[in-house]
């Protein structure tokens, strides 16, 4: 009898998990091998593009639309492909990690859509990655239920027909995947390991659900990496026998480069494309990041002073809407992060206004759907953008030929009146410490002050600390910003931590460590693209 093939790919350093052969199977790995093999060398060209030109952007403090993809913006003859039922209305989707009980609360929490998230707002531990799949895969069999062990209460799904529809989010390009590495030792991409696992089990079974396998497609900064995902549809739809154009993605337009780049992406990924969204937390990030040298013009205030009404972001939100509807695309706007508090009917009062003047707003400007963080905001979204649609299912029609954005109104940041203040500076600390902390034992979307945060909101809290230490900026106190004030007010937080949870608890937990990556990425000359990527060499799991 001959020895069995050696599996394509090695799982490294990993504790086994329970069930997890029933993702991990030798068909489902060579799979993700062969997307490895054929995809990973151009992601890694792509990688290197980004570089390139965030050091043109470096000399240049400027960008504009491309030139050289101009006949396609121009061409008015083409338009995405004809959405799927099961995406034709959209209006309210809710996002979070893929953990048992969010599964099912999210599939029951009567938004039309679930961002069922392996990015921002799931730290990407191999229990994570391995059993949120198993997760997905038990509720699409109807194979899930949960029992909370310290309640006692128990979830299940309710009718299929009354079940949100899943979108997936795999992990963005920059993300490699450490516990499984071709026979050369290469790491395989996070997002081939999550797309690979997820498409592998679930495509045609959700066909025969009347659905289909749909993503969200983060951090993108080019249309050249949205022509890489098309290709890596194409690939994957020929692998499995699944007909061509049954993929269909959302991008989010959370990059300043991205921005000039809507058509094209759109254009890129027609026969798969379903819409672009509004992320605005990463998309502050992005500028931030990429203007982060470019002086006092580029400089932001605190992040809750930047709210949607800003002029720059009036531009990239309207431009979005306009570029959505001219290509038969969804707008699908950002996201509504308040936790309603348990006890202070107050704070819920003023942030459900909050929350309805945004959706509002939303709806209004065109948008076809939004996001929301938390089930008890489902209904205030929908009332929202019921109020607009009616029972239609989108408003597609509206083609805002009204918006005209020029390519500095996205990055005239100096038009906002707001200043960066001390308790922004404070806030950022804070904020950061907190999230890296919850981000090291695993978690990845966390309740900070009544607050969803993820990755994306910690990424703008560290680059407003570097971008003002670096600036020089002066404070609403006459504080100048400077590595030595960051310092001091993180030791203070530190302390207030230590003093809130008492000992027991601060040394079971990784604040330190959270205080010290903070301060890594915060203050180090070498700016990190990434927090993420610092913070996984320490991630436990």
């Known amino acids: 009898m001959s020895a069995p093939a050696p599996s394509p790919l090695a799982i490294i350093d990993a504790e086994p998990l329970p069930r997890q052969e029933e993702v991990l199977t030798e068909a489902a ?43 396609v913006r121009a061409d008015d003859s ?102 499984l590495t071709d026979p050369d030792g290469t790491p395989v991409p996070g997002a081939l390991v999550d797309f690979g696992l997820y498409f592998f089990h679930n495509a045609k079974r959700l066909i025969e659900l009347g659905k289909g396998p749909y993503f969200y497609l983060p951090k993108t900064e080019s249309h050249l990496e949205a022509r890489l995902w098309n290709e890596v549809f194409v690939f994957a739809q020929e692998y499995l026998g699944v007909p061509q154009g049954t993929v269909r993605a959302t991008v989010l337009i959370e990059t300043i480069t991205a921005a000039y780049e809507m058509e094209e992406i759109l254009y890129e990924l027609r026969d798969h494309a ?35 009404t800003a002029p720059f972001m009036r531009a990239y939100t309207e431009l979005l809407v306009r570029t959505c509807h001219k290509r038969g695309a969804h707008a699908i706007g950002g996201m509504a992060a308040f936790i309603p508090s348990r006890r202070d009917a107050e704070v819920n009062k003023v942030a459900f206004e909050k929350v309805r003047a945004d959706k509002d707003r939303e709806a209004n400007d065109g948008f076809d759907g939004s996001w929301v963080a938390h089930p008890d905001l489902v209904p205030i979204a929908m009332e929202s953008f019921d109020r607009v ?12 030929e009204d918006v005209d954005v020029h390519a500095a109104d996205l990055i005239a940041i100096d038009t906002l009146d707001a200043k960066p203040t001390y ?17 090291l034992r695993g978690l990845g979307a966390v309740a900070i002050f009544n607050l969803m945060e993820d990755a994306a909101t910690a990424e703008i809290s560290r680059s407003q600390i570097w971008q003002w230490i670096n600036a020089g900026v002066v404070l609403d106190n006459g504080e100048r910003v400077t590595a030595e004030l960051a310092r ?41 693209d990434f927090l993420t990527l610092p913070a996984y060499e320490r991630l436990k799991g």
């Open 29 to 71: 790995l060579a799979f993700v091998a062969a997307l490895h093999r054929r995809f990973t060398p151009r992601r890694d060209e792509l990688l290197a593009r980004r570089a390139e030109r965030r050091a043109e952007i470096a000399r240049t403090s400027t960008l504009d639309f491309l030139p050289e993809t101009a006949a």
């Open 78 to 179: 083409w338009t995405v492909a004809p959405a799927p039922a099961a995406l034709e209305d959209r209006r309210v989707e809710i996002t979070g990690p893929t953990d048992r009980k969010m599964t099912i609360n999210a599939l029951n929490s009567g938004a039309r859509v679930w961002l069922a998230d392996f990015e921002d707002a799931s730290a990407p531990t191999w229990e994570n990655v391995v059993l949120g799949q198993l997760n997905l895969i038990d509720a699409y069999t109807r194979n899930i239920d949960f029992t909370d062990p310290g309640s006692g209460k128990s979830y299940a799904l309710r009718p299929n027909e009354e079940l949100a529809t899943v979108v997936m989010r795999p992990r963005g390009w920059h993300l490699n995947e450490r516990h």
């Open 274 to 308: 379903s819409g672009l969204n509004a992320g605005r937390w990463d998309y502050l990030f992005s500028i931030v990041k990429n203007f982060r040298d470019g002086g006092a013009k580029f400089v932001l205030p605190d992040r809750n002073a930047v709210t949607m």
């Open 389 to 400: 649609l009616g029972d239609r299912p989108h408003q597609k029609d509206r083609l805002r």
């Open 423 to 439: 308790a922004g500076l404070v806030n950022a600390v804070q904020v950061g410490i907190r999230y890296i902390e919850a981000w």
């Open 488 to 528: 001091k007010i993180a030791a203070g937080e530190l302390a207030n931590l230590r003093a809130e949870i008492g000992e027991e608890a601060f040394a079971a937990g990784t604040w330190q460590q959270a205080h010290d990556l903070l301060l890594q990425v915060s203050l180090d000359e070498d700016y990190a």
